[in-house]
């Protein structure tokens, strides 16, 4: 863990906490397998670069979503990107029952900013104020997007807990 | 399957992994630093398709790995914000040309067209082309082209990028040693920023036509001059139909160029060889019609009156041809023998509709189908069949002209061709043709 002290930082236990973290919020954010770990490689990069000092495991962790987070954003941002639909093709081998894999491609349909906040709240459990922390959003804005997916996503996001 | 059960199937890949491993044990290349501007041209850069020389080795900024496949450079480039790169300001306006200038190739010009591996090179970069840290040649079809000059510079270097999905050049960015690229629609922006030190002038204009497909694009173009080592020119445009992305593209292109610990030289494109050239005015008759496998394709008669006025030598990369011009008073005729046309396609003489001037030639008549632009403007004939009546049918007068005029090409079996371009009635102009040796050979 980086302290801010120069201790040496354990890099390989640092990436077997985050990495799989990381990727999974840019995979639901650019619905695409490439780009998520090239969005991860450019939030590691900047960890390296800028060593924040963090207090701990928590605090690391929330650190490399943000930037993973913004750097998707940023991602696209780029119109030039061309999005494929691997989380389409990724979802019909996992999904096979036509209510869950309708849901799931409905997520994928779902504007970038709101599968952004679906993933933080109902995946890694950050609370409106914490992801609206984290993408510089709105509060307000936070509980709108999540509103919106549980009315529309209510089988695949049943069972995670209410706002 | 609930949300939580998909996405804790996905997972990192070993490969990806081991990569992410290798980032923190490498020295990061760090693009605020203080790194040398420098850079060294590894062996491998030197390696290319026309054999580069070793010219303009520097000190690379950063460590990277010894070598690896094309691609796997993507693991370390470093993808800033936009918000962290200079923000460029542009002149608004509705075109962006102010004057239109012709601009010819220097002598001995010719062309080639590197690798993207080779032309990363010119960016300090390994192999993999990018602009601070956007791999394009991910989203566009890139290519590069160099014109020289015959001594073997680097004229203009331009790379080009097309959407594979319109067809449409997204970007082209030219660069030029010791100042801009010469251009014959120069841009005169009025608006400068300074970008890393270096002042750059840029301007931007919304446009729409046909050129477009109808859309209405934006067009940013930046010019700049860059002082160092190597003094490089380059004028870029970026032209879009979303303008925030263009200005975000053009940004981070311009910011790759100048950035101080960024390389950009045109050392790497020095070319293997050159080609054997000549671009000389001969001024005596004599000396045209003796120039080396001409002889036996100029006209010995010409209309009367006509004097020889002049001859042009040209011999280079692709192109080995003699004119000649003869004049009587402001009438003339131009013969210009072609040892190496450029896919000469001759016409057949049984389609009329592609070479009968006369079926086009007045204001009451149609004009040609498109297909036939070409070919009716200037056919190519074969030989064999170049006729009075074919000469005739390509004759044409302006008003008070007291002589007619024919243009066409005449097309041998050896492949080369003989263009005339002149006056004279229908019998003059097959005497003139008559004349030519290989062409009274085969008739």
């Known amino acids: 863990m980086n302290d801010g002290s120069r201790r040496p930082m354990d890099w390989e236990a640092l990436l077997f906490r985050n990495e799989n973290h990381m990727y999974r919020a840019a995979l639901a954010i650019l619905g695409n397998r490439e780009e998520a770990r090239d969005a991860v490689q450019d939030a590691l990069l900047k960890y390296l670069e800028k060593r924040p000092a963090l207090k701990d495991e928590e605090h690391e962790r929330a650190w490399l979503l943000r930037v993973t987070v913004n750097g998707c954003k940023s991602r696209l941002r780029s119109p030039w990107r061309k999005r494929r639909v691997e989380l389409c093709a990724a979802l019909e081998t996992a999904a096979p029952e036509e209510a869950d894999h309708e849901e799931l491609l409905a997520l994928e349909a779902l504007p970038d900013q709101d599968r952004a906040a679906i993933h933080l709240h109902y995946y890694e459990g950050y609370t409106t104020a914490e992801i609206a922390a984290m993408t510089g959003e709105a509060e307000g804005t936070v509980r709108s997007r999540l509103h919106r997916a549980r009315q529309k996503l209510r089988r695949i996001l049943e069972g995670e807990d209410a706002i | 399957m609930t949300y939580r059960d998909y996405m804790d199937r996905q997972c990192v890949d070993e490969e990806t992994h081991a990569r992410l491993l290798a980032l923190e044990g490498r020295k990061r290349r760090r693009p605020y630093g203080k790194a040398a501007v420098a850079a060294a041209l590894c062996c491998v850069i030197g390696l290319g398709v026309y054999g580069l020389g070793a010219a303009g080795t520097r000190e690379h900024p950063a460590d990277l790995p010894d070598s690896f496949g094309i691609g796997e450079e993507s693991i370390y480039l470093y993808r800033p914000d936009l918000s962290e790169l200079p923000k460029l300001t542009f002149t608004k306006g509705d075109n962006g040309a102010t004057a239109a200038l012709d601009i010819a190739p220097p002598k ?141 593209l053009m940004t981070r292109i311009v910011s790759q160029l100048l950035r101080p610990e960024h390389v950009l030289m045109l050392a790497p494109l020095a070319p293997a060889e050159i080609p054997e050239w000549r671009s000389e005015q001969l001024t005596e008759e004599n000396a045209a019609r003796a120039e080396e496998g001409f002889g036996a394709y100029l006209p010995t008669a010409l209309p009367e009156g006509f004097r020889f006025s002049g001859a042009w030598r040209e011999l280079g990369q692709d192109r080995d041809y003699l004119s000649m011009e003869w004049e009587w008073g402001e009438y003339f005729c131009f013969v210009t023998v072609n040892r190496l046309p450029e896919d000469p396609v001759p016409v057949e003489i049984d389609n009329p509709a592609s070479w009968d001037l006369h079926l086009y030639n007045s204001v009451d008549k149609p004009n040609p189908p498109e297909e036939y632009w070409d070919s009716v403007a200037c056919p190519v004939f074969r030989a064999e069949d170049v006729t009075p009546e074919v000469i005739e049918k390509r004759l044409y007068a302006y008003p008070k002209d007291k002589k007619s005029r024919a243009e066409f090409c005449v097309l041998f079996p050896d492949g080369v061709q003989v263009r005339w371009y002149g006056c004279g009635t229908v019998e003059e102009i097959w005497t003139a043709l008559c004349s030519i040796p290989a062409f009274a050979n085969q008739v």
């Open chain 2, 108 to 248: 001995g010009w010719f062309v080639l067209e590197p690798s993207m591996e080779t032309f990363a090179a010119v960016l300090g970069q390994r192999e993999l082309l990018h602009f601070e840290g956007e791999d394009v040649c991910r989203y566009y079809d890139v290519s590069a082209e160099v014109i020289y000059g015959g001594d073997g510079t680097v004229w203009i270097a331009s790379l080009t990028g097309r959407d594979r999905e319109t067809g449409y050049d997204v970007f082209h960015v030219e660069l030029s040693p010791d100042g801009l690229p010469p251009a014959c629609m120069p841009f005169n922006g009025d608006e400068s920023c300074t970008v890393w030190g270096t002042p750059v002038r840029a301007g931007m204009y919304r446009l729409k036509g046909n050129e477009y497909g109808g859309r209405t694009v934006t067009e940013y173009v930046a010019t700049f001059v860059r002082e160092g080592e190597e003094t490089v020119g380059a004028r870029i445009n970026v032209t879009m139909a979303d303008a925030a992305a263009g200005e975000e």
